[in-house]
């Protein structure tokens, strides 16, 4: 069912947990990023321009991205396009770029995220990874493994900047050959939209598991759900256009928390900010004292 290669990297990755955490810098919370693809940073060094170029006429009609935003992402300036290029033919698909708005959004820097993976971005506790981006962190590692040159691919996923902070991400990957060598560009559409209480933030999430397990599992399992069907129907659609794809994905998640969440009230947000206080207040006896 899996190949060897999974079932070996699965052993390294679990020894690593347990002995490796010593690795000087190698570690980003849960996830390991050791830093060995500056070989491939270096070989890339000056390629960014061409890469551009050779993808400009796609980037304009799948991101409605004009001919005045190109300028200034050809010469990385600030305020541009989320983007990174990784190196699929080095061990661990190694980034080797990554934008100045990339730097902004996420608050990792470039000498931070150049030669490494870039799972780093992922939220910082596995179990909860694996619930509401498992499959799609699959369908990224197959699409690194099995470089065609043009073929694309987009994902829903729900990323973490340094600070804690998560945030939707409609994650567009796609191949392309320069100087006879393969990338793949990344372009990231971050959602606007407001994140649930409970999962806003590493802390919150688990803060809200210490003191009320239960209804985070039942949110969860809401929100996973509905989180499935609106990744099939990106994949079953003929995606002309990822702009038009994240307005409608940012549509039917605000659709869904206004539904589902406890945190709207009609059209009014009004987030449960103070939850995690609740809770521990709750906990705590001693202000009962006061009316005894």
Request: proline content about 4%; aromatic content about 10%.
């Amino acid at each position: 069912k899996y190949e060897l290669t999974d079932i070996l990297g699965k052993i390294f990755l679990d020894w690593l947990a347990e002995v490796g955490g010593s690795i000087s810098g190698s570690w980003e919370g849960a996830h390991f990023v050791p830093k060995i693809g500056s070989g491939a940073v270096q070989e890339f060094a000056g390629r960014w321009p061409s890469l551009l170029e050779k993808v400009s006429d796609s980037l304009e009609q799948l991101f409605k991205v004009k001919g005045d935003v190109l300028g200034p992402l050809k010469n990385n300036a600030s305020d541009t396009v989320v983007c990174a290029v990784s190196d699929p033919t080095e061990v661990d698909c190694p980034l080797v770029f990554v934008s100045k708005a990339f730097e902004e959004i996420t608050g990792y820097e470039a000498d931070f995220c150049l030669a490494r993976n870039c799972r780093f971005l992922q939220p910082n506790d596995k179990k909860f990874n694996a619930l509401i981006n498992g499959e799609e962190c699959k369908r990224m590692r197959e699409f690194c493994r099995k470089p065609q040159l043009d073929e694309s691919l987009v994902n829903l996923l729900l990323n973490e900047a340094q600070c804690g902070k998560r945030f939707w991400n409609l994650f567009f990957m796609t191949h392309v050959e320069v100087e006879g060598h393969p990338y793949i560009l990344a372009v990231q559409t971050i959602l606007d939209l407001p994140m649930p209480t409970k999962i806003a933030t590493h802390y919150a999430t688990e803060s809200i598991l210490e003191f009320d397990e239960m209804s985070l599992y039942v949110f969860m399992e809401s929100l996973c759900a509905r989180l499935d069907a609106l990744r099939r129907q990106l994949r079953a659609s003929d995606l002309a256009c990822v702009a038009e794809a994240a307005e409608s994905a940012s549509k039917k998640i605000l659709q869904w928390m206004k539904a589902s969440s406890d945190e709207y009230e009609g059209d009014h947000l009004v987030p449960r900010v103070g939850l995690p206080q609740v809770l521990v207040f709750e906990k705590d006896v001693t202000w009962k004292r006061g009316f005894q």
